[in-house]
T-cell receptor, first 111, second 114 residues
Framework: GEQVEQRPPHLSVREGDSAFIICTYT??????FYWYKQEPGAGLQLLMS?????DRKEEQGLTVLLNKKDKRLSLNLTAAHPGDSAVYFC??????????FGAGTRLKVIA | NAGVIQTPRHKVTGKGQEATLWCEPI?????VFWYRQTIVQGLEFLTY????????DSGMPKERFSAQMPNQSHSTLKIQSTQPQDSAVYLC????????????FGPGTRLTVL
């Protein structure tokens, strides 16, 4: 079945810098991709969804890139601030609707 | 819109006791998913309902775990004879039906089995 690898597991950046997270997946037929944010004690907050017909999507300081040839999905947080500190997960939707998640990236933004 | 509601937020049980976790999906969402989150295994799919019917329970442990969706406004996950390894955060999500519809997650229930 589909497998998703996410890196780095931990990321520390200074306020105002960018934070870059990468996920790779194995099934070339995968067509739907998601990024979530999880703050301590909370559920997963949807950040962005991307469909396979899109290579790049930008929203509110977030940029998602999708490279279907390399089966790679990335998230770039530009100008990170302390409120961005959280765990970020990528997810891919399999053909039977369930999501397969990456292991998560714990981001710390230092003021 | 209150989002996905999960109760209780925290539950502590003794080994061998039963635990029932509740989920109320977003109104109008016909798909409900249950996931389990642990430090070691990360986020794992457990089961999926569509229009209240069980569609895929491939992630459910074969023994002791069961899920139901008796009506469109709530789903339950029941764990019988809980074991310490069942300790986890159990997350419920709901979505519209179809590929590409985003899943919206509840805050989760943290289950601790002593």
């Amino acid at each position: 079945g589909e497998q998703v690898e996410q890196r780095p597991p931990h990321l520390s950046v200074r306020e105002g810098d960018s934070a870059f997270i990468i996920c790779t997946y194995t099934d070339s037929a995968t067509a739907y991709f998601y990024w979530y944010k999880q703050e301590p004690g909370a559920g997963l907050q949807l950040l962005m969804s991307v469909f396979s017909n899109v290579d790049r999507k930008e929203e509110q300081g977030l940029t998602v890139l999708l490279n279907k040839k390399d089966k790679r999905l990335s998230l770039n947080l530009t100008a990170a601030h302390p409120g961005d500190s959280a765990v970020y997960f990528c997810a891919v939707e399999t053909g039977n609707y369930k999501y397969v998640f990456g292991a998560g990236t714990r981001l710390k933004v230092i003021a | 819109n209150a989002g996905v509601i999960q109760t209780p937020r925290h539950k502590v049980t003794g080994k061998g006791q039963e635990a029932t976790l509740w989920c109320e999906p977003i109104s109008g969402h016909s798909a409900v998913f249950w996931y389990r989150q642990t430090i070691v295994q990360g986020l794992e799919f457990l089961t999926y309902f569509r229009n209240q019917a069980p569609i895929d329970d491939s992630g459910m442990p074969k023994e002791r775990f069961s899920a139901q969706m008796p009506n469109q406004s709530h789903s339950t996950l029941k764990i019988q004879s809980t074991q310490p390894q069942d300790s986890a955060v159990y997350l419920c999500a709901s979505s519209l039906v179809g590929l590409g519809y985003e899943q919206y997650f509840g805050p989760g229930t943290r289950l601790t089995v002593l």
